[in-house]
């Protein structure tokens, strides 16, 4: 396996004052993930909304500061020239050199794109900021051309296009500087589902074309099994099961991953169906001691939902048995999983 990008057990803890400005708890967005990033394939992370996914991202882009923890960059990234390949140690002229290699695509694209510039200007702003002026004509209808649009669309603004065309523009952009990597958070989420398939089906046409690698984050597990190689299952800031696509769709283990898996359209109709119970917990960590652990004991709202479908035949899990941190094992090779050693 070529490694193009490795995070060692990522922090990032948001502190939360009350109204004298004293830290009384932290949410722990993202809380000791470790990923290795293979070179050249998609890298999947789903969880529901709020489990750290963008979080995640933000701090590998160092958008924001870790915590504690490390993000270790290949060669393939640093060409061997950089004073450290860890990017927590780059000078400010690495970082940037650094930021160009990752394009990055969000679920937004009207929020992306500043309506009042021309799409030519758009597309060609990442190269006007890193120094690449010439032939900027050029260059810009060559990316549009890439992601299906042309040079009939330069002097237009992002109103004038569909949601599924802005995005492209948006790949266009993300593209602009010749990355390694994209990391694309939640990219069709805001799209009609027909859209969906054209704007997935364009990005693994780039990834082919370029020789990329994805890191690509969603909330919905159809897509992800669509487009990702290896995936890993994110819930309350860590990462609860991580393997190859085929073998944690065949093979789930962790309770949690069973329950995500079979409520998407393409899970096994004779299998059951297992409904998760209970409220999303809340990240937020009390700094008070006798507040500061999530609770395990089954709380009365699950109760009652238990009571709802009590007699039904239906399995469930409890949100409660999931708050408890058990260490990640590994099930077979490459397949971790949170869950009890037999
Ligand atoms: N800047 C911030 N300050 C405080 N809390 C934050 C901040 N950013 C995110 N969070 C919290 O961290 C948790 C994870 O958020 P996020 O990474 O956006 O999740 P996801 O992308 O999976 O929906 C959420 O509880 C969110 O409210
Ligand atoms: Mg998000």
Not at 301 to 324: F, H, T
């Amino acid at each position: 396996m070529k490694e193009i990008l490795k995070l060692k057990n990522l922090k990032k803890h948001f502190p939360v004052k009350n109204s004298w400005g004293t830290d009384v708890a932290l949410v722990k967005a993202l809380d000791g993930v470790d990923l290795k990033i293979e070179s050249g394939k998609t890298f999947g992370i789903v969880g529901e909304s709020g489990c750290g996914k963008t979080t995640l991202m933000r701090t590998l882009l160092r958008l924001v500061e870790p915590t504690s923890g490390s993000v270790i960059l290949s060669e393939e990234i640093t060409g061997n020239n950089f004073s450290s390949n860890n990017l927590e140690d780059l000078t400010s002229e690495e970082l940037r050199y650094f930021r160009k290699q990752i394009g990055v695509v969000f679920q937004d694209p009207m929020g992306a794109l500043n309506p009042r510039m021309l799409i030519k200007d758009i597309v060609s702003e990442p190269l006007v900021i890193h120094g690449k002026a010439d032939n900027v004509r050029s260059r810009v209808i060559e990316l549009l051309e890439n992601v299906g649009l042309g040079e009939e669309h330069l002097y237009r603004y992002p109103h004038e296009f569909s949601g599924g065309q802005r995005q492209r523009i948006v790949i266009a952009r993300a593209l602009a500087l010749d990355p390694k990597i994209l990391v694309l958070d939640e990219p069709t989420s805001a799209l009609d589902v027909s859209v969906q398939a054209q704007i997935l089906n364009l990005l693994n046409d780039l990834q082919k074309k370029y020789d990329l690698t994805y890191i690509f984050i969603s909330h919905d597990l159809s897509v992800i099994e669509y487009m990702c190689d290896r995936l890993a299952v994110m819930y309350l800031g860590r990462v609860v099961e991580e393997a190859d696509t085929d073998e944690l769709f065949s093979n789930p283990q962790h309770p949690y991953t069973k329950a995500l898996l079979s409520a998407t359209p393409s899970f096994d109709k004779n299998k059951d169906k297992i409904m998760i119970l209970g409220d999303v917990p809340s990240p937020i960590n009390y700094l008070d001691e006798s507040k500061a652990k999530l609770a395990t004991e089954i709380t009365e709202q699950e109760k009652l939902e238990i009571s709802a479908i009590e007699g039904k035949g239906i399995d469930y899990i409890v949100r409660s048995s999931l708050n408890e941190v058990i260490p990640l094992v590994q099930i077979s090779d490459g397949h971790y999983a949170r869950v009890r050693q037999q």
